[in-house]
């Protein structure tokens, strides 16, 4: 209820008349400002809200469900009377109320956030306070679920996956795990569905408990798309005259058919004649089956040749089996073919350019014989002449060409029912080593070439295979066999060979490693060998061929790799040289080659330019790409595995590429490069891998 408040106990006043209204204001106290109420007299006291207390003559207030105290009101003769007890407000400074903030807040788990709360007494003032906090905490719990795709719509045996996605009641996403069920195909346990063999509409649904969603799926007819090629009976028909009416109504008209690699398509002006020409094309689309609903096609076309802006424009016209020059369709008869597809010229050559199809152009496909079409220019439908050097000109690629025209077919048949007839198994072939697994897969094909969904049974005559997974394991032993996937009479195999384990290991340069230093003011003196120092047992060994300030460096680094531990009946199947460098280099091509240089590097192990090209190359790497404190691998060359001694040490020398030739090198250019060797930090190593058969 809501209270009165009042200045004394009673208040009263007269009315002069019973018909002249008394105005009695009523001040309603509550949490906020006071309200006030006009009563003018006992109707508008109802009207007010205010309800019989039980007594004849007596009203209650009651609308506020927090009062302070209570009044009534009594109409006693001419007397509107107030009765209400004396009002005791609440002192200043009294707490009357709390407010928290901020509010409201989102967090996500593991967030903190600090919260204030401020007091404040009846009058709005602030009051000081120290809370006491607590927290209701509500429990996460998943509350709704996202399917998607949806809607969806696939062809029939078409496999989808869908995902789920779980929310919370603060929507927050929410971890779960659904279940998944449908009634349009069948299902897995993680929502990749495979649709039902026949056209339908239903749902995929995850479920949790009794939170669901689903997805609208439609199973359509399975889409069937074949590629037909323009047969050898294409050609073309030219014709020209001075007059361009008569050009185009077919004057001097030549036919050509099967014979040309390209069908020209012409309606131009050329040094006062109109060339006229029209190319014919025949596609075999008898295979589409008579019951088939076409959805959509494609004509693809390729030019030879310069051409003329404009456009070219294929129609539907059903000329002979050969093309005759009475198969040419005058200008004015153009428009009665129906259209087919059109495109602007020019159009790329040497590639396919897709024909913009007209919305007919499905209705227009025999699927009882042959679709002939012709294409000609758009100039011929008007009786305008073309402009001097205008008018759409192009070779059409025909049968003996190159990117033929073909036609993209689209349909679907609800009265054919599509059957596996083969299986491709993949990787073939696999190479696995003895003992290792490997996962094959394998993907049928229909009739009409397109995927379908089979389940295969496996099998193989080399080590064991999960008849269900496609997962091989390969014997102990080196061999050769198959793996074979199968379906009813359909099967599709893979070729395996199983070899050795392959081992792979790392040689680092020894400490004998070095390089051999020399320099000439000439440059065959030079790369022949001339003032040669030789160093062992460095951080880093020169690799030089270049000029400066008119003498010619040339230094040549020599590393050892101790290989002997590689079994001798090993079969090394590759060996990579790898390198790190020091300081500065200056950009070339740096040659490893096979040599045999003493146990002890000397000047006499410096390998002559003129003699470098009799040692057999090992890798090469342009100095430039070679970082600078990391390990960068130089290109092996192919005899590179047959170049590492197994019975020894495998010895090479580093040079530049400059070295092999009897031409000096220009001012300021040549290869230079300083490499990593036995006693710096990522020392030269070689890295062999090989198997014991």
């Excluded at 919370?168 to 929502?191: C, E, K, L, N």
Aim: glycine residues 10%; hydrophobic residues 40%; aromatic residues 8%.
């Amino acid at each position: 209820m809501t209270m009165l408040a009042t200045s004394g106990a009673q208040w009263q006043q007269d009315k002069s008349a019973a018909l002249e209204p008394v105005e009695v204001f009523l001040a309603l106290v509550s949490a906020g400002p006071p309200k006030e109420y006009k009563l003018t007299d006992d109707r508008t006291l109802k009207a007010a809200g205010l309800v019989p207390d039980g007594n004849e003559d007596g009203w209650v207030i009651d609308d506020d469900p927090d009062p302070i105290f209570e009044a009534r009101l009594f109409l006693i003769g001419k007397r509107v009377i107030i009765d209400a007890p004396p009002v005791s407000l609440p002192e200043p400074g009294v707490l009357y109320s709390i407010v928290v903030t901020p509010t409201p807040v989102e967090l996500s788990s593991g967030d903190t956030q600090a919260f204030t709360a401020t007091g404040y007494d009846y009058y709005g003032d602030e009051v000081a306070i120290t809370p006491t906090w607590s927290v209701e905490t509500a429990v996460r719990a998943l509350t709704s679920i996202v399917v998607s795709p949806d809607p969806i719509s696939l062809d029939e045996n078409d496999v989808q996956a869908f995902t789920a996605v779980g929310y919370d009641q603060f929507g927050d996403v929410f971890a779960f795990t659904p279940t998944w069920s449908s009634d349009v195909g069948t299902i897995t346990s993680g929502g990749v569905l495979t649709a039902q063999a026949t056209p339908g509409v239903g749902t995929v649904t995850a479920s949790s408990g009794a939170v669901a969603d689903s997805a609208a799926v439609t199973v359509t007819p399975a889409t069937i798309t074949d590629t037909f090629y323009s047969e050898a009976a294409d050609g073309g028909v030219t014709g020209s005259n001075s007059v361009w009416l008569t050009a185009r109504a077919g004057s001097g008209l030549s036919a050509s058919s099967g014979t040309g690699t390209a069908e020209g398509v012409a309606s131009t002006e050329l040094a006062g004649a109109y060339p006229v020409q029209q190319a014919f094309l025949v596609f075999d689309t008898s295979s589409i089956p008579d019951t088939a609903t076409i959805t959509e096609v494609t004509l693809y076309i390729d030019r030879a040749g310069t051409a003329i802006a404009g456009i070219a424009k294929a129609r539907v016209h059903d000329w002979g089996t050969t093309v005759t020059t009475a198969d040419f369709v005058p200008g004015a008869d153009l428009t009665s073919k129906p259209l087919f597809a059109s495109i602007a010229i020019p159009i790329t050559a040497g590639v396919y350019t897709a024909m913009d199809s007209d919305a007919a152009a499905p209705s227009l496909i025999n699927k009882t014989g042959k679709t002939r079409l012709v294409i000609h220019g758009a100039e011929q439908e008007s009786t305008s002449a073309p402009a001097a050097g205008t008018g759409t000109t192009f070779n059409v690629v025909s049968s003996e060409g190159t990117n033929k025209p073909k036609l993209v077919v689209s349909y679907y048949d609800e009265g054919v029912t599509r059957v596996l007839t083969s299986i491709v198994v993949s990787p073939d072939p696999a190479s696995v080593e003895v003992s290792d697994t490997q996962l094959f897969t394998a993907i049928g094909y229909d009739q009409f070439s397109d995927v379908i969904a089979f389940t295969p049974v496996w099998s193989t005559d080399i080590g064991s295979i999960n008849s269900s997974t496609g997962l091989l394991t390969a014997p102990g032993t080196t061999g050769t066999g198959t793996v074979t996937a199968t379906s009813g009479a359909i099967e599709g195999e893979a070729d395996v060979t199983v070899t050795p384990v392959t081992i792979t290991d790392t040689f680092f340069t020894e400490a004998a490693d070095g390089y051999v230093y020399g320099s000439s003011g000439t440059w065959l003196t030079a790369r022949a060998g001339s003032g040669l120092i030789a160093s062992a047992a460095i951080t880093a060994a020169g690799c030089a061929s270049q000029e400066a300030s008119g003498v010619y460096y040339v230094q040549q680094a020599f590393l050892v790799f101790d290989t002997s531990s590689i079994p001798d009946t090993a079969v090394i199947t590759a060996a990579t040289l790898h390198i790190d460098r020091a300081g500065t280099v200056a950009a070339g091509t740096a040659k490893a080659r096979a040599h045999t240089w003493g146990p002890t590097l000397a000047t006499s192990d410096f390998v002559a330019g003129a003699d470098l090209t009799t040692k057999t190359l090992f890798a090469s790497i342009a100095t430039g790409s070679v970082a600078l404190g990391s390990y960068t691998a130089m290109t092996s060359d192919g005899g590179a595995p047959a170049l590492v001694n197994k019975t020894g040490k495998t010895r090479l020398v580093l040079h530049g590429a400059e070295q092999e030739s009897s031409s000096a090198p220009a001012g300021g250019t040549g290869t230079a490069i300083n490499v990593v060797t036995n006693e710096g930090t990522n020392k030269a190593k070689l890295v062999v891998s090989y198997y014991v058969p």
